[in-house]
DNA sequence: TTGAAAGCGATACCAT
DNA sequence: ATGGTATCGCTTTCAA
């Protein structure tokens, strides 16, 4: 293995001149700088990532908590996890992850504590979080990928659930339909108050009071199955519906299988949009499907901006918290039917 | 910050005492021990990773190298990657990833040089990949997910393609299907010699041959209206076909989605059958796909354990290196028509 | 603009 | 079964 004294010696200059020129917090001459680099290069020489972070009491390393999910990371999140991943590179940090849910904050405190990580980036966060009190209280910097019920003092970043609903509501109401359907995460999820879940749930009620249209909210497991029961829910419950907002994915195809079986056309007789979800899932229908784009990489590199700020980094100058997501049109919309 | 000798002396015993109980490659007094555990909860102490990393040599890292794929990481990576970590985190060891696609393997070079990891895991392997000759040229221990073209050597973990489409077609060949088509990935994929790609038609080749069957093998881009033209040309090519297998599962439901256009009904009239795919996507279409499941988490857990036995951990004495995918009887394959 | 030297906090060798 | 201590390869303060 070669050293850094190696270099030194080779390139004829001490070590620390060496060590200043490769982290450039000290002005160096050209000339020195060159030899240098002539030495690294004709030794291949690395520099050593423990020894630096011994030294520098720093890791440059983050890491992203999140639970092992059913399934393991959706679509999303994998776009999410690889953006955030490519934006720490770029900062010079790396990338880690944790996969912990809940129960085990205490695990996440232990790594903290090991100096395994200068910050740590937590995703699924619920209303009410334990492993956030848990992260403030170790005293590492942290972001959240979604918002705690009292957001403030916190750094976050999260989709935008109210701008898309209501964007989705919007879309529909433009279109002429007067009563719409929501297909919601789990009713367990919204008693636990997952974040997304509630949230959606009162933008969308807000959303078609403001527009007056009449709502029917169903909470829906994460299956096809469900999805068939939540929209003949909403078909008895309300049988003028003729558009339905999804944001469960299972769900959805669970929601059009059921219309096709009754012989409801989309989107002649109903419309269906798909709310914080990825063109994958919405090119597998067909006709594609109206969906609203969640923003994985944009939250991904905003969650490592925010995070690098808090380490020190360059300060994040109005750059937002909240991202909506984007309308990508299909054919699952229409008119409403006269 | 609490050190390794603020424990040693809370406890009365020496520094070294105190790293060998936590190592636990040295025989310790239970009643020192107990001493020793006693401080380290007083004082809540966690051993500092670099300073271990530095000292041992070992930087208790798994690097997960895995391309930056358009539309992140799938569920099947997902579910791998989550194992993985599992599995690592079990031995002892953090599981990074690095997102590098196959042209940046010198970055790859550069981390490992710096001691980020211990070892490797190399996802998305083709059967000539610049990486592993990187990878193998770089000293570290490593191991494939996939195959390169001669295996021998090397060490890997893989689905079992073959197994998989012998198992699919031979299902389709007891059901009566005398004429099978084969959606396979893209062309693309198959002159660039992507393994999966080209075990899978060959396989699908061999075993309609073994059955007298009439194979319809096609290459099809990632996206549901490939998948349409891919089924119009095993219609064309061969209309007597009764039956088809998928690979490729965004194509999919392009070939469900013409199929229906066509009135052409599953399963009655034709069966479909998917391949190396996730439950979740065969639960998205109605009836539910029969579909063989790509086997994420076994993979995961596979290839570190291949990967720890290579860092001198316990061997794995006959586990195998190849897993085929599990059918999951769904509702899309039944008898031949007559 | 450059150098010397004191740590950083563990591991593991050599003793006892 | 336990202790003393050199060492790992770098960062950073203090001096020149």
């Known amino acids: 293995m070669t050293t850094m004294q190696d270099v030194a010696r080779q390139a004829g200059v001490s070590l620390s001149t060496v060590s200043y020129a490769l982290n450039g917090n000290r002005p160096i001459a050209q000339e020195t700088r060159d030899r240098i680099q002539a030495a690294i290069d004709e030794l291949g020489y690395r520099r050593n990532a423990a020894a630096r972070s011994l030294a520098a009491r720093r890791s440059h390393v983050l890491a992203l908590v999140l639970p ?27 990338l880690v992850i944790w996969p912990f849910d809940r129960r085990e904050h205490d695990e996440v405190r ?3 504590g090991q100096g395994q990580a200068d910050g740590v980036l937590l995703m699924e966060v619920a209303l ?22 009292d957001p403030e003092g916190t750094s976050y970043v999260d989709i935008d659930f109210e701008r898309t609903i209501t964007d989705a509501v919007e879309h529909l109401a433009d279109l002429g339909h007067r009563t719409v359907g929501f297909v919601n995460h789990s009713q367990r999820s919204e008693v636990e108050l997952y974040g997304p879940t ?12 403001e527009r007056h249209l009449a709502p029917v909210h169903v909470t829906c497991d994460e299956s096809p199955v469900a999805g068939r029961r939540a929209a003949l829910e909403i078909l008895v419950r309300a049988p003028r519906t003729t558009a339905i907002i999804t944001m469960n994915e299972s769900a959805t195809f669970g929601v059009t299988s059921l219309l096709r079986e009754r012989r409801i056309e989309i989107p002649r007789d109903m419309s269906v ?48 918290r909240l991202v909506a997501c984007a309308l990508a049109p299909g054919g699952s919309t229409g008119p409403a039917p006269s």
Chains 1, 2 share one sequence.
């Open 68 to 94: 092992t999910v059913a399934g393991g990371l959706s679509g999303t999140l994998g776009e999410f996890a690889e953006s955030a991943a490519q934006t720490a590179r770029d900062a010079g940090y790396h």
């Open 110 to 112: 232990d790594l903290v």
């Open 128 to 149: 009410d979080d334990a492993r956030v009190e848990a992260l403030a209280s170790s005293g590492v910097p942290f972001t959240l990928i979604g918002r705690t019920r």
């Open 198 to 209: 509630v949230r959606a749930r009162d933008a969308f009620l807000a959303a078609a009071e």
């Open 273 to 320: 949009v798909a709310v914080v979800t990825s063109s994958e899932v919405g090119a597998m229908y067909d006709p594609p499907l109206t969906s609203y784009l969640a923003p994985g990489r944009t939250l991904g590199r905003y969650a490592v901006e925010e995070l690098l700020a808090a380490l020190g980094g360059p300060p994040r100058r109005d750059a937002p």
